[in-house]
């Protein structure tokens, strides 16, 4: 089995457009749709990968990042920000709040792609953020 991707995103139809792409490729993904929902599913079963958009009902992508990094069993799941939002700031405040990649809609496969397998391996070989405060 392939390495495990959460997918936060609100639209249902982009969810299973990315999903597909994903499967297709030999991951195994669950689909969510909003921050509260990525945060409960990544508690009962981390994932190796999240693929989360910014503009959702309740918390902002920003927001469930930011609580990825504080909480310190999925602190080193890498965070890919996928995104429609237009902000000349979005690369800051993605990587401010934790994300490893940040990707705009509309999405093009090969890129999106190797987006997914660079953030799994710079995962494999950078420590997670809360980690490296401890330590």
Do not use: W
């Not at 490729?25 to 990968?49: H, I």
């Not at 504080?70 to 405040?93: S, W």
């Amino acid at each position: 089995m392939g390495k495990r991707v959460l997918l936060v995103d609100d639209d249902p139809n982009f969810g299973r457009v990315v999903r597909e792409l994903l499967e297709r490729n030999g991951y195994a993904v669950t689909v969510v749709n909003s921050g509260t929902a990525c945060l409960e599913a990544s508690r009962r079963e981390p994932p190796d990968l999240i693929i989360l958009d910014i503009l959702m009902p309740g918390m902002d992508g920003y927001d469930v990042c930011q609580e990825l990094r504080n909480d310190a069993g999925l602190c080193g799941i890498p965070v890919v920000i996928l995104t429609a939002m237009e902000d000349p700031k979005l690369n800051q405040r993605a990587f401010a709040a934790g994300a490893r990649l940040c990707m705009t809609k509309p999405l093009r496969p090969d890129k999106f792609l190797n987006a997914v397998q660079m953030a799994l391996l710079s995962a494999a070989r950078k420590p997670p953020q809360a980690e490296k405060k401890k330590g």
